[in-house]
């Protein structure tokens, strides 16, 4: 069974303090690991697919990055609209590939 | 393209009631889902349509759960005789068959049961 651990549970930065939120993962197959926002109240808001290890993809004050094991997502001067719970998912090559694995996720607090 | 919509946004029931939500997939997706998320956890797999067909449902969905897409279109979740421990979001999501797959999900169906 896929499974996906997210650490810290929580952080909190201020504003310009960069970091990283870790996710671990075990998986059959690797067909993809997501990385996602949400806001409070709302659905996640997809950031980022990874589909091989080294692979990287950057999108504004985040990279994301994959190895055999886990994925960092990193932070570089975050601001306070950067607060958010970051989700980690991932979707394997089993019997069910099409549905993902999500972790509990980081909340992430960016104090101005 | 207006994203996944879920209707109604909130819903308060009493125990033992049925309720019923809607999910409007993006229209281009033949995939869609439905998972379910409560406070500090993150979504769980509940269901899955590819079209009309409805090709697997998670050990989560008991009997009281039913989910249905006809014409492969938009999408219902019921819940029957409501429990207080079925109080979560209700999260839709939906995708293309073609790689890379991207999930899109809606802003969710929060359910209270009192």
């Known amino acids: 069974e896929d499974q996906v651990t997210q650490s810290p549970e929580a952080l909190r930065l201020q504003e310009g303090e960069s970091s990283s939120l870790n996710c671990s993962y075990t998986?059959?197959?690797?067909?993809?690991l997501f990385w996602y926002r949400q806001d409070p109240g709302k659905g996640p808001e997809f950031l980022f697919t990874?589909?091989?290890a080294g692979e990287e993809k950057e999108k504004e004050r985040l990279k994301a990055t994959l190895t055999k094991k886990e994925s960092f997502l990193h932070i570089t001067a975050p601001k306070p609209e950067d607060s958010a719970t970051y989700l980690c998912?991932?979707?394997?090559?089993?019997?069910?590939?099409?549905?993902?694995?999500f972790g509990k996720g980081t909340l992430l607090t960016v104090n101005p | 393209d207006t994203g996944v919509s879920q209707n109604p946004r909130h819903k308060i029931t009493k125990r033992g009631q049925n309720v019923t939500f809607r999910c409007d997939p993006i229209s281009e997706h033949n995939r869609l889902y439905w998972y379910r998320q409560t406070l500090g956890q993150g979504p769980e797999f509940l269901t899955y349509?590819?079209?009309?067909?409805?090709?697997?449902k998670s050990r989560l969905l008991s009997d009281r759960f039913s989910a249905e897409r006809p014409k492969g279109s938009f999408s219902t979740l019921e819940i029957q005789r409501t429990e207080q421990g079925d109080s979560a979001m209700y999260l839709c999501?939906?995708?293309?068959?073609?790689?890379?797959?991207?999930?899109?999900f809606g802003s969710g169906t929060r359910l209270t049961v009192v």
């Open positions: 998912a991932v979707r394997g090559s089993g019997g069910s590939n099409y549905k993902l694995t």
């Open positions: 999501a939906s995708s293309p068959d073609r790689l890379p797959y991207g999930y899109t």
């Open positions: 990874l589909y091989s």
């Open positions: 349509f590819q079209n009309e067909a409805q090709l697997e």
């Open positions: 998986v059959s197959g690797l067909r993809g």
